[in-house]
Protein backbone atom coordinates (compact mmCIF):
# COMPACT_ATOMS: atom_id res chain seq x y z
CA UNK A 1 0.00 0.00 0.00
CA UNK A 2 2.52 2.38 0.84
CA UNK A 3 4.56 2.10 -2.06
CA UNK A 4 1.66 2.78 -4.45
CA UNK A 5 0.60 -1.19 -5.66
CA UNK A 6 -2.80 -0.38 -4.51
CA UNK A 7 -3.07 3.01 -5.70
CA UNK A 8 -2.44 6.85 -5.47
CA UNK A 9 -5.94 6.75 -3.09
CA UNK A 10 -4.68 4.02 -1.05
CA UNK A 11 -1.03 4.97 -0.92
CA UNK A 12 -2.17 8.78 0.49
CA UNK A 13 -4.21 6.62 3.41
CA UNK A 14 -1.02 4.44 4.34
CA UNK A 15 1.43 7.57 4.35
CA UNK A 16 -0.80 8.64 7.14
CA UNK A 17 -1.10 5.88 9.29
CA UNK A 18 2.47 5.64 8.63
CA UNK A 19 3.41 9.06 9.53
CA UNK A 20 1.08 9.05 12.74
CA UNK A 21 2.90 6.04 13.83
CA UNK A 22 6.32 7.69 13.58
CA UNK A 23 5.82 10.81 15.17
CA UNK A 24 3.83 8.19 18.44
CA UNK A 25 6.49 5.72 18.33
CA UNK A 26 4.33 2.97 17.31
CA UNK A 27 6.12 -0.05 16.87
CA UNK A 28 3.89 -1.20 14.05
CA UNK A 29 0.60 -0.97 12.96
CA UNK A 30 -2.33 -2.85 14.06
CA UNK A 31 -5.84 -4.33 12.25
CA UNK A 32 -9.01 -2.37 12.82
CA UNK A 33 -12.67 -3.88 12.89
CA UNK A 34 -14.61 -0.89 12.52
CA UNK A 35 -13.78 2.99 11.71
CA UNK A 36 -16.05 5.76 12.55
CA UNK A 37 -15.57 9.45 10.46
CA UNK A 38 -15.80 12.79 11.81
CA UNK A 39 -15.71 15.88 10.06
CA UNK A 40 -18.57 15.80 7.73
CA UNK A 41 -20.61 19.11 8.29
CA UNK A 42 -20.47 21.63 5.87
CA UNK A 43 -20.46 23.96 8.41
CA UNK A 44 -17.33 23.00 9.71
CA UNK A 45 -15.50 21.42 6.38
CA UNK A 46 -16.38 23.86 3.88
CA UNK A 47 -15.60 24.02 -0.31
CA UNK A 48 -11.49 23.50 0.83
CA UNK A 49 -12.48 20.25 2.54
CA UNK A 50 -14.76 18.79 0.45
CA UNK A 51 -13.06 19.50 -2.50
CA UNK A 52 -10.13 17.58 -0.16
CA UNK A 53 -12.94 14.75 -0.02
CA UNK A 54 -13.30 14.22 -3.67
CA UNK A 55 -10.17 14.71 -4.73
CA UNK A 56 -9.79 11.69 -2.68
CA UNK A 57 -12.66 9.73 -3.73
CA UNK A 58 -10.98 10.28 -7.13
CA UNK A 59 -8.41 8.32 -6.91
CA UNK A 60 -10.43 4.82 -6.06
CA UNK A 61 -9.86 4.74 -2.22
CA UNK A 62 -12.56 2.70 -0.69
CA UNK A 63 -12.92 1.52 2.56
CA UNK A 64 -11.82 -2.29 3.70
CA UNK A 65 -13.11 -2.10 7.31
CA UNK A 66 -17.06 -1.12 8.30
CA UNK A 67 -16.72 2.46 8.72
CA UNK A 68 -19.47 4.96 9.80
CA UNK A 69 -19.70 8.75 9.69
CA UNK A 70 -20.51 11.21 12.37
CA UNK A 71 -23.34 13.70 12.35
CA UNK A 72 -23.79 15.89 9.01
CA UNK A 73 -24.57 19.76 9.44
CA UNK A 74 -28.55 19.02 8.80
CA UNK A 75 -31.23 16.47 8.72
CA UNK A 76 -30.23 15.02 4.99
CA UNK A 77 -34.01 14.65 4.55
CA UNK A 78 -35.93 17.01 6.36
CA UNK A 79 -34.01 19.67 5.85
CA UNK A 80 -36.12 22.25 3.87
CA UNK A 81 -38.89 22.10 6.73
CA UNK A 82 -36.17 22.78 9.22
CA UNK A 83 -35.22 25.76 7.74
CA UNK A 84 -31.90 24.64 6.16
CA UNK A 85 -30.94 26.77 2.75
CA UNK A 86 -30.87 25.27 -0.55
CA UNK A 87 -27.64 26.24 -1.07
CA UNK A 88 -25.77 24.26 2.60
CA UNK A 89 -28.32 21.47 1.15
CA UNK A 90 -26.42 21.20 -1.88
CA UNK A 91 -22.53 21.12 -0.38
CA UNK A 92 -23.71 18.95 2.80
CA UNK A 93 -25.39 16.63 0.08
CA UNK A 94 -22.27 16.94 -2.10
CA UNK A 95 -20.11 15.99 1.09
CA UNK A 96 -22.03 13.03 2.35
CA UNK A 97 -21.43 11.85 -1.71
CA UNK A 98 -17.69 11.88 -1.33
CA UNK A 99 -18.03 9.76 1.78
CA UNK A 100 -20.11 7.22 0.00
CA UNK A 101 -17.84 6.80 -2.95
CA UNK A 102 -14.79 5.96 -0.43
CA UNK A 103 -17.12 3.56 0.93
CA UNK A 104 -18.39 4.67 4.25
CA UNK A 105 -22.34 4.33 5.64
CA UNK A 106 -23.72 7.55 6.02
CA UNK A 107 -25.16 6.99 9.15
CA UNK A 108 -24.17 10.01 10.02
CA UNK A 109 -24.48 9.66 14.29
CA UNK A 110 -22.12 10.51 16.99
CA UNK A 111 -23.99 6.84 18.96
CA UNK A 112 -22.59 4.15 16.17
CA UNK A 113 -22.60 2.18 19.33
CA UNK A 114 -26.79 2.66 19.63
CA UNK A 115 -27.90 1.43 16.08
CA UNK A 116 -25.60 -1.84 15.56
CA UNK A 117 -21.83 -1.36 15.18
CA UNK A 118 -20.60 -2.27 18.95
CA UNK A 119 -16.91 -3.30 19.37
CA UNK A 120 -16.31 -6.34 21.31
CA UNK A 121 -14.07 -5.79 24.53
CA UNK A 122 -10.22 -5.90 23.33
CA UNK A 123 -11.21 -5.00 19.48
CA UNK A 124 -9.00 -2.42 18.14
CA UNK A 125 -11.28 0.65 16.11
CA UNK A 126 -10.18 3.82 14.85
CA UNK A 127 -13.14 6.42 15.81
CA UNK A 128 -12.93 10.17 15.68
CA UNK A 129 -15.64 11.87 17.84
CA UNK A 130 -14.58 12.25 20.95
CA UNK A 131 -17.39 11.05 22.61
CA UNK A 132 -18.01 7.53 20.81
CA UNK A 133 -14.53 7.29 21.70
CA UNK A 134 -14.97 8.29 25.33
CA UNK A 135 -17.55 5.30 25.29
CA UNK A 136 -15.64 2.29 22.83
CA UNK A 137 -12.74 2.36 24.96
CA UNK A 138 -14.90 3.07 28.38
CA UNK A 139 -18.19 1.11 28.72
CA UNK A 140 -17.43 -1.38 26.03
CA UNK A 141 -13.51 -1.91 27.04
CA UNK A 142 -12.64 -1.60 22.65
CA UNK A 143 -9.05 0.24 22.33
CA UNK A 144 -9.12 3.39 19.91
CA UNK A 145 -7.39 6.61 20.60
CA UNK A 146 -9.26 9.76 19.54
CA UNK A 147 -8.50 10.08 15.61
CA UNK A 148 -8.93 12.50 13.91
CA UNK A 149 -10.94 12.89 10.15
CA UNK A 150 -8.12 12.38 7.84
CA UNK A 151 -6.41 9.70 10.14
CA UNK A 152 -10.02 8.37 10.62
CA UNK A 153 -10.34 7.85 6.79
CA UNK A 154 -6.94 6.47 6.46
CA UNK A 155 -7.59 3.86 8.51
CA UNK A 156 -10.98 3.37 7.28
CA UNK A 157 -8.98 2.75 3.88
CA UNK A 158 -6.14 0.95 5.14
CA UNK A 159 -8.07 -1.50 7.60
CA UNK A 160 -5.58 -0.33 10.27
CA UNK A 161 -4.01 2.14 12.46
CA UNK A 162 -0.65 2.70 14.08
CA UNK A 163 -0.38 0.62 17.32
CA UNK A 164 0.42 3.53 20.23
CA UNK A 165 -1.77 5.39 22.91
CA UNK A 166 -4.99 3.88 23.88
CA UNK A 167 -4.05 0.09 21.57
CA UNK A 168 -1.61 -0.64 24.40
CA UNK A 169 -1.87 -2.06 27.85
CA UNK A 170 0.44 0.14 29.85
CA UNK A 171 -2.23 3.43 28.54
CA UNK A 172 -5.24 2.14 29.59
CA UNK A 173 -4.38 2.73 33.75
CA UNK A 174 -5.32 5.27 35.46
CA UNK A 175 -3.89 8.32 35.86
CA UNK A 176 -5.80 10.08 38.50
CA UNK A 177 -8.43 8.55 41.27
CA UNK A 178 -11.06 10.60 42.02
CA UNK A 179 -13.03 10.32 44.56
CA UNK A 180 -16.75 11.62 44.29
CA UNK A 181 -17.91 13.21 47.57
CA UNK A 182 -21.29 15.38 46.41
CA UNK A 183 -24.78 14.03 45.63
CA UNK A 184 -25.45 12.68 41.75
CA UNK A 185 -28.86 12.26 41.34
CA UNK A 186 -29.49 13.34 37.38
CA UNK A 187 -27.86 12.89 34.44
CA UNK A 188 -27.18 16.81 34.25
CA UNK A 189 -25.16 16.54 37.68
CA UNK A 190 -22.90 12.99 36.01
CA UNK A 191 -22.10 15.93 32.83
CA UNK A 192 -21.13 18.42 35.70
CA UNK A 193 -18.25 16.02 37.38
CA UNK A 194 -17.65 14.62 33.68
CA UNK A 195 -16.97 18.53 32.81
CA UNK A 196 -15.21 19.44 36.22
CA UNK A 197 -13.08 15.87 36.04
CA UNK A 198 -12.05 16.67 32.23
CA UNK A 199 -10.41 20.06 33.42
CA UNK A 200 -8.65 18.45 36.13
CA UNK A 201 -7.31 15.74 34.92
CA UNK A 202 -6.86 16.90 30.92
CA UNK A 203 -5.90 13.90 28.60
CA UNK A 204 -5.24 11.50 31.30
CA UNK A 205 -7.63 8.36 32.16
CA UNK A 206 -9.73 9.19 35.36
CA UNK A 207 -10.77 6.27 38.24
CA UNK A 208 -14.20 6.98 39.67
CA UNK A 209 -15.15 5.81 43.21
CA UNK A 210 -18.46 7.01 44.39
CA UNK A 211 -18.96 5.20 47.46
CA UNK A 212 -22.51 5.12 48.66
CA UNK A 213 -23.11 8.61 46.59
CA UNK A 214 -24.85 7.44 43.50
CA UNK A 215 -27.85 5.76 45.26
CA UNK A 216 -29.76 7.16 42.00
CA UNK A 217 -29.51 4.09 39.47
CA UNK A 218 -28.98 5.40 36.35
CA UNK A 219 -30.32 4.61 32.27
CA UNK A 220 -27.84 3.15 30.27
CA UNK A 221 -27.61 5.91 28.08
CA UNK A 222 -26.67 8.40 30.89
CA UNK A 223 -23.33 7.04 30.46
CA UNK A 224 -22.43 8.46 26.97
CA UNK A 225 -23.19 11.93 28.30
CA UNK A 226 -21.10 12.10 30.92
CA UNK A 227 -18.13 10.61 28.76
CA UNK A 228 -19.08 13.59 26.18
CA UNK A 229 -18.43 15.98 29.10
CA UNK A 230 -15.01 15.30 29.83
CA UNK A 231 -14.05 14.59 26.19
CA UNK A 232 -15.36 18.28 25.81
CA UNK A 233 -13.46 20.09 28.95
CA UNK A 234 -10.88 17.93 28.64
CA UNK A 235 -9.34 15.18 26.49
CA UNK A 236 -10.42 12.31 28.29
CA UNK A 237 -10.54 9.17 25.68
CA UNK A 238 -10.97 6.23 28.38
CA UNK A 239 -12.75 6.21 32.05
CA UNK A 240 -13.14 3.80 34.57
CA UNK A 241 -15.58 3.64 36.95
CA UNK A 242 -15.83 0.94 40.12
CA UNK A 243 -18.17 -1.04 39.56
CA UNK A 244 -19.43 -0.18 36.06
CA UNK A 245 -16.87 -0.47 33.11
CA UNK A 246 -15.38 -3.48 32.09
CA UNK A 247 -11.68 -2.63 33.05
CA UNK A 248 -12.31 -1.29 36.27
CA UNK A 249 -12.43 -4.67 38.13
CA UNK A 250 -9.15 -5.78 36.17
CA UNK A 251 -5.71 -5.93 38.41
CA UNK A 252 -3.32 -2.93 38.26
CA UNK A 253 -5.84 -0.79 36.82
CA UNK A 254 -4.39 2.50 38.30
CA UNK A 255 -0.70 3.44 37.26
CA UNK A 256 1.50 4.18 40.60
CA UNK A 257 2.17 7.85 41.04
CA UNK A 258 -1.76 8.73 39.59
CA UNK A 259 -2.92 11.85 41.60
CA UNK A 260 -5.54 11.68 43.71
CA UNK A 261 -8.96 14.91 43.57
CA UNK A 262 -12.08 14.70 45.76
CA UNK A 263 -14.78 15.96 43.82
CA UNK A 264 -17.48 17.59 47.10
CA UNK A 265 -19.31 20.54 44.78
CA UNK A 266 -20.61 20.67 41.06
CA UNK A 267 -21.13 24.20 41.51
CA UNK A 268 -17.97 25.42 39.95
CA UNK A 269 -19.16 23.15 36.66
CA UNK A 270 -22.55 24.43 37.06
CA UNK A 271 -21.93 27.92 37.04
CA UNK A 272 -19.30 27.79 34.49
CA UNK A 273 -21.83 25.79 31.90
CA UNK A 274 -24.82 28.42 32.47
CA UNK A 275 -25.41 31.58 30.73
CA UNK A 276 -28.11 34.34 32.56
CA UNK A 277 -30.64 34.14 30.04
CA UNK A 278 -33.90 33.22 31.36
CA UNK A 279 -36.36 33.05 27.89
CA UNK A 280 -35.35 29.68 26.11
CA UNK A 281 -35.96 29.66 22.64
CA UNK A 282 -34.51 26.58 21.96
CA UNK A 283 -34.07 23.09 23.72
CA UNK A 284 -31.89 20.64 22.67
CA UNK A 285 -31.61 16.76 23.94
CA UNK A 286 -29.43 14.36 22.50
CA UNK A 287 -26.24 15.69 22.66
CA UNK A 288 -24.44 12.51 22.13
CA UNK A 289 -27.37 11.35 19.50
CA UNK A 290 -30.58 10.03 21.85
CA UNK A 291 -31.30 6.23 22.49
CA UNK A 292 -34.90 5.24 21.71
CA UNK A 293 -34.94 5.04 25.90
CA UNK A 294 -34.25 8.84 25.86
CA UNK A 295 -37.03 9.74 23.64
CA UNK A 296 -39.17 7.50 25.62
CA UNK A 297 -38.34 9.56 28.70
CA UNK A 298 -39.12 12.82 27.00
CA UNK A 299 -42.82 11.69 25.62
CA UNK A 300 -43.47 10.65 29.13
CA UNK A 301 -42.27 13.64 30.87
CA UNK A 302 -44.14 15.95 28.44
CA UNK A 303 -47.53 13.89 28.85
CA UNK A 304 -49.31 15.42 26.10
CA UNK A 305 -48.39 19.03 27.02
CA UNK A 306 -47.97 21.72 24.00
CA UNK A 307 -44.81 23.44 23.82
CA UNK A 308 -43.64 27.32 23.80
CA UNK A 309 -40.06 26.80 22.87
CA UNK A 310 -38.61 25.03 19.95
CA UNK A 311 -37.91 21.19 20.66
CA UNK A 312 -35.04 19.12 19.23
CA UNK A 313 -33.86 15.79 19.86
CA UNK A 314 -31.09 14.89 18.20
CA UNK A 315 -30.96 11.19 16.62
CA UNK A 316 -29.38 9.18 14.16
CA UNK A 317 -31.58 8.14 11.32
CA UNK A 318 -32.24 4.26 12.25
CA UNK A 319 -32.96 4.99 15.89
CA UNK A 320 -35.62 8.08 14.61
CA UNK A 321 -37.18 5.31 12.82
CA UNK A 322 -37.53 2.87 15.55
CA UNK A 323 -39.19 5.97 17.67
CA UNK A 324 -41.31 6.24 14.58
CA UNK A 325 -42.47 2.98 14.19
CA UNK A 326 -42.95 3.32 18.13
CA UNK A 327 -45.26 6.08 17.55
CA UNK A 328 -43.12 8.35 19.75
CA UNK A 329 -42.42 11.05 16.82
CA UNK A 330 -45.70 11.86 16.15
CA UNK A 331 -46.31 12.62 20.18
CA UNK A 332 -43.51 14.81 20.29
CA UNK A 333 -44.44 16.54 16.96
CA UNK A 334 -48.34 17.05 17.75
CA UNK A 335 -46.97 18.62 21.37
CA UNK A 336 -44.56 21.18 18.61
CA UNK A 337 -41.16 19.21 18.93
CA UNK A 338 -38.71 17.49 16.43
CA UNK A 339 -37.00 14.26 16.59
CA UNK A 340 -34.20 15.29 13.91
CA UNK A 341 -31.86 12.86 12.56
CA UNK A 342 -28.48 12.90 10.76
CA UNK A 343 -27.14 15.74 12.77
CA UNK A 344 -26.78 17.99 15.97
CA UNK A 345 -26.90 21.63 17.37
CA UNK A 346 -23.08 21.86 17.10
CA UNK A 347 -22.21 21.16 13.75
CA UNK A 348 -25.57 22.55 12.29
CA UNK A 349 -25.82 26.18 11.59
CA UNK A 350 -28.37 26.92 14.69
CA UNK A 351 -27.70 30.68 14.49
CA UNK A 352 -28.90 30.99 10.82
CA UNK A 353 -32.08 29.24 11.82
CA UNK A 354 -32.91 32.31 14.41
CA UNK A 355 -32.31 30.97 17.47
CA UNK A 356 -30.59 33.14 20.08
CA UNK A 357 -31.21 30.88 23.94
CA UNK A 358 -30.74 27.19 24.19
CA UNK A 359 -31.34 24.93 26.98
CA UNK A 360 -30.10 21.27 27.28
CA UNK A 361 -29.13 18.36 29.69
CA UNK A 362 -25.42 17.80 27.90
CA UNK A 363 -22.74 19.67 29.29
CA UNK A 364 -20.71 19.06 26.01
CA UNK A 365 -23.88 20.87 24.32
CA UNK A 366 -23.71 23.35 27.09
CA UNK A 367 -20.09 23.81 26.74
CA UNK A 368 -19.27 24.63 22.88
CA UNK A 369 -22.49 25.75 22.11
CA UNK A 370 -21.33 29.66 22.91
CA UNK A 371 -18.38 29.15 20.60
CA UNK A 372 -19.56 27.21 18.22
CA UNK A 373 -23.42 28.59 17.56
CA UNK A 374 -22.90 31.79 19.55
CA UNK A 375 -26.78 31.17 21.25
CA UNK A 376 -26.41 31.32 25.18
CA UNK A 377 -27.09 28.60 26.94
CA UNK A 378 -28.76 26.73 30.10
CA UNK A 379 -27.82 23.78 31.67
CA UNK A 380 -29.66 21.07 33.32
CA UNK A 381 -31.93 17.88 33.89
CA UNK A 382 -33.91 16.49 31.22
CA UNK A 383 -36.84 17.70 33.46
CA UNK A 384 -35.63 21.15 33.71
CA UNK A 385 -35.09 21.51 29.76
CA UNK A 386 -38.45 20.29 29.05
CA UNK A 387 -40.18 22.49 31.49
CA UNK A 388 -38.10 25.58 29.95
CA UNK A 389 -39.63 24.10 26.65
CA UNK A 390 -43.35 23.55 27.97
CA UNK A 391 -43.56 27.78 29.30
CA UNK A 392 -40.26 29.25 27.46
CA UNK A 393 -38.98 30.14 30.44
CA UNK A 394 -35.90 28.54 32.68
CA UNK A 395 -37.43 26.98 35.61
CA UNK A 396 -36.67 29.50 38.59
CA UNK A 397 -36.13 26.66 40.96
CA UNK A 398 -32.99 25.05 38.59
CA UNK A 399 -29.80 25.19 39.76
FE1 LIG B 1 -22.94 14.27 19.06
FE2 LIG B 1 -23.05 16.75 18.35
FE3 LIG B 1 -23.10 16.16 20.85
S1 LIG B 1 -21.77 15.20 17.44
S2 LIG B 1 -21.81 14.33 20.98
S3 LIG B 1 -24.68 15.61 19.36
S4 LIG B 1 -22.00 17.86 19.97
Redesign the pocket.
Known amino acids: MLAGGAGPGVQKAMEIVVALGQIYGARDLVPVTSVQVSGVSYKNLGDAGLAFLEEWAAQGAQARVPATL ?2 AGMDLSDWSHLGFSPDFAQRQTAVIEAYVSLGITPTCT ?1 TPYLVGYVPQFGQHVAWA ?1 S ?1 AVSFANSMLGARTNREGGPSALAAAITGRTARYGLHLDANRRATAVVDVQCPVRTEADLGALGYQVGRLVRNGVPYFRFGARLDWQPGSWVWKTFG ?1 AMAASGAVALWHMEGLTPEAEMGDVVASGAHSFVVDDLGPAYDALNGSAQEVDLVSI ?4 ASLAEIEDVVTFLGGRQLKAALWI ?1 TARATREAAQRAGLVERIESAGGRVVADT ?4 APVASLGHRTMATN ?1 A ?2 AS ?1 TPSHSGLSVRFGSMEQCLEAAVTGRWPAAGR
Request: hydrophobic share 25%; with cysteine; glycine share 6%.
Open positions: NPCESAGCPHTCLVVSKMY
